[in-house]
């Protein structure tokens, strides 16, 4: 690297060309580039640090939570829920929405039964809840999930059954990482509170898929049919360009602590510390330029590419599955420098390609391109999963 911390010169010799071009090739990761330097300049020029609960009394005068709040509550209406009974916070990224839903589902819950809750979350869930789970000291008991990569309805009640004393954490993941599946939250809520009435959390982690499917004609995916607490990203379909994310919850869902730090002025009920205030500011200014209508278009918009990549890839006789209202394609792994030119999220033997807002139809075509002849073998767990198309 030519530029060194310290030496003065701004960047190292071509680290933002080759970055640039490694971005506009990146098929494999739900990152989209939204915004433009103008939008933020007025943002960057200010110190926002949003410490604490936006819905609560600051000491401190520079921060955006008024702006977070509208934010809240733009993604509670997402999240099928009424504004006015929720509340939440911008995160870091969903990890950290997953850990705060887990950790304030385990304080609830254990306060209430004085026992240590379990967490069950599909095979096909986000590895950050084996995390959350692991850092917060809980048994994680992974349900298996059925041919189109959702959780398995029967298998879940099967391990309700057999934890009938301990208190039961449960995610719901609409959007799964690989597969782009959705968890059915009505049945699952329903299991739950058969199995645990009034003893359980459900978590929808929407973090891939919250933007984009209210427009697709999916149901069964939000708070509207069951569940306690919601988390989107931010950086994915909205495109902001700072990793965040939103979590919003139900007013009574988690009980907190409600003593307050003196430096912050009132009660904290966030993981973080400091938080951007400009994460807060950027996914504002995103809403108000993604209205409905366009968000709606763009959504159509991801899921014809989907398709289109879909029904290209099986006339070249590759093995190629898509989730109805996803705009995740699994297909083989490919040659290993075309996996690394195109940025592809490779699992075992398979990958796949996220038709992000960014990824154009003609960007699809050079990746089209550049495959070649179909691999002789396929995936095994790809035939599997024949209703997906």
Not at 325 to 340: G, R, Y
């Amino acid at each position: 690297m030519s530029a060194q911390p310290g030496s003065g010169d701004p960047w190292p010799l071509g680290w933002l060309e080759g970055l640039a071009a490694r971005s506009a090739e990146c098929l494999g990761y739900p990152s989209h580039h939204g915004f433009t330097n103008r939008e933020l300049a007025d943002l960057l020029a200010l110190p926002l640090n949003n410490l604490g609960d936006p819905f609560s009394p600051s000491r401190s005068a520079t921060h955006a939570h008024d702006l977070e709040r509208e934010v809240v509550r733009a993604v509670a209406r997402v999240a099928g829920a009424d504004p006015e009974k929720c509340r939440g916070y911008v995160t870091s990224g969903s990890t950290e929405s997953v850990m705060h839903a887990l950790a304030a589902g385990r304080d609830t819950l254990r306060s209430v039964t004085g026992v240590r809750p379990f967490v069950v979350a599909s095979d096909q869930a986000h590895g950050c809840v084996s995390k959350a789970a692991k850092i917060l000291d809980l048994k994680l008991i992974p349900v298996p999930s059925g041919p189109s990569g959702a959780l398995d309805i029967p298998a879940l009640a099967s391990i309700l059954s057999a934890w009938p004393d301990h208190p039961c954490l449960a995610v719901a993941t609409s959007g799964t990482t690989f597969l782009g599946a959705v968890d059915p939250v009505g049945p699952m809520a329903r299991a739950l509170e058969a199995s645990h009435p009034g003893r359980h959390r459900l978590h929808i982690d929407a973090a891939l898929a919250g933007f984009l499917l209210p427009h697709t004609g999916a149901s069964d995916w939000n708070l509207a049919s069951g569940g306690h607490s919601f988390s989107v990203s931010g950086h994915k379909m909205l495109g902001v360009p700072v990793p965040c994310g939103i979590s919003v919850w139900l007013d009574g869902a988690f009980s907190w602590d409600r003593s307050t730090p003196g430096y912050l002025g009132g009660p904290d009920i966030t993981l973080a510390g400091s938080r951007a205030g400009l994460a807060a500011g950027a996914l504002w200014l995103a809403l108000c330029r993604w209205p409905r209508e366009r968000l709606s278009r763009e959504a159509g918009q991801c899921l014809e590419n989907a398709r289109w990549l879909a029904a290209s890839l099986r006339e070249e006789g590759w093995t190629a599955l898509r989730h109805p209202h996803s705009a995740t394609v699994v297909f083989p792994k490919p040659a290993d420098h075309l996996c690394q030119r195109w940025q592809l999220h490779v699992e075992g033997e398979a990958a796949h390609v996220v038709a992000v807002p960014r990824v154009s139809r003609r960007l699809l075509e050079q990746f089209m391109e550049s495959l070649g002849p179909a691999p002789e073998f396929s995936c095994d767990f790809l035939p599997e999963r024949t209703d997906l198309r």
